[in-house]
């Protein structure tokens, strides 16, 4: 049984880290709702993007000499993981569920008898990934100094990314990330973005008339040389805005839990505390009344 | 005549997503007017203004935008620019 102090002391300390926890999901709220906006306005030009450039993989032929990122590098031996994890944790499971949809696919390519490598940005994926798949990681990039993503952290991902692409570092590249489903509910996606996906069949045979007649200026060759560049990095700035959302969704709720945590506990704590402080008392009056009793 | 459907997009956000009469696009090759129907396109954008109008006749709406794409296609027109502003 714990002494009388001892419990005071415990409920003071519960109380303070309730208090951290309280502020740090407040301070999660206000940036939570900053980083929503952006991700959700970041959204219609992702996904419009990736529909042109995926309809247009679709529609182009395939010869030697169209981009390496759309007509991949003819192999399909090594797979590059950009691993996209928050930089701090107390954020739930938030960081655990991106590094494990990451080493589910890692192991589903390692089974398949590819070799397997890591790009991590953010610095919660590295131990994991370090300890697990050990000299697979061959770069990482450091986010922690930004306050939210910028589109210009991402092109420079992105350009060093496809600079290993073409020097042949790499086959095939997918980027682990999570998107922003609501605060929450995040859900980790593991998405290809080297090379370009066509798009679907169905969508393809029904767009297959008009795409007969497609006209491009200045031709297809000058498009792509700029559009493919571009995609890659806006996948890679759309996912940072939606881990940066989700984040703090994730955080918040997280903090919410140990918050409310803190507070049950606070009330167990006080009930035991008063408990004793009665039978004390009790055992006090007790012992005065049958001294004055054997007077 | 069925009405164009016109987006305007930036990376930051949805610009505009409007049902217009036409837009006209400052391509790199020149400028180019799309109305609906338009037959399938695609360019790059060169700094320029769109014109957009809303109703045939009416006077045009131009919004700057710099750098991008334009792509007309069974959906109507998008256009995907590096920024924009009315």
Not at chain 1, 152 to 175: E, K, M, P, W
Not at chain 1, 198 to 226: R, W
């Amino acid at each position: 049984m714990a002494s009388l102090k001892a419990l005071k002391l415990r409920i003071g300390s519960v109380k303070s880290t309730q208090k951290i926890t309280k502020a740090m999901k407040m301070v999660a709220a206000a940036k939570l709702r900053r980083a929503q906006q952006n991700a959700e306005a970041g959204r219609p030009y992702a996904t419009r993007l990736s529909e042109v450039v995926s309809s247009l993989a679709s529609r182009v032929t395939v010869g030697p000499q169209s981009p390496k990122l759309i007509a991949g590098t003819g192999k399909d031996e090594t797979h590059l993981i950009v691993l996209a994890t928050g930089d701090r944790g107390l954020a739930g499971a938030f960081n655990t569920n991106i590094v494990r949809a990451a080493r589910k696919k890692a192991e589903e390519l390692q089974a398949q008898g590819k070799t397997v490598l890591f790009y991590i940005v953010g610095r919660k994926g590295r131990p994991v990934i370090a300890r697990s798949f050990p000299k697979s990681i061959i770069a990482d990039h450091d986010t922690s100094g930004m306050k939210s993503p910028a589109y210009a952290d991402a092109q420079a991902i992105a350009d060093d990314i496809t600079d290993r692409f073409l020097s042949g570092q790499f086959d095939v590249a997918h980027l682990a990330y999570s998107e922003f489903k609501s605060v929450l509910a995040q859900e980790p996606q593991v998405d290809q973005i080297i090379p370009v996906v066509p798009a679907p069949a169905a969508a393809n045979n029904k767009g297959s008339t008009a795409s007969a007649a497609v006209e491009y200026e200045p031709d297809e060759e000058a498009i792509l040389a700029d559009l493919l560049p571009r995609n890659v990095a806006i996948q890679i700035y759309r996912a940072l805005l939606e881990n940066a959302a989700g984040f703090y969704g994730s955080q918040m709720t997280a903090m919410d839990n140990a918050t409310r945590n803190a507070g049950d506990m606070i009330n167990r704590l006080s009930i035991q505390y008063n408990r004793q402080r009665q039978a004390a008392i009790t055992t006090e009056l007790v012992e005065i009344i049958s001294g004055a009793e054997a007077l | 005549m069925a009405d164009l459907h016109f987006e305007l997009v930036t990376p930051e956000k949805l610009v505009r997503s409007d049902e217009v009469h036409m837009v006209v696009v400052p391509g790199v090759e020149g400028d180019f007017g799309v109305m609906a129907g338009h037959a399938p396109f695609m360019t790059t954008l060169k700094d320029g203004s769109l014109q957009v109008f809303k109703t045939a006749g009416g006077q045009p709406e131009t919004i700057k935008v710099s750098g991008g794409f334009a792509e007309v296609g069974d959906k109507g027109l998008t256009v995907l620019a590096e920024s924009a502003e009315a």
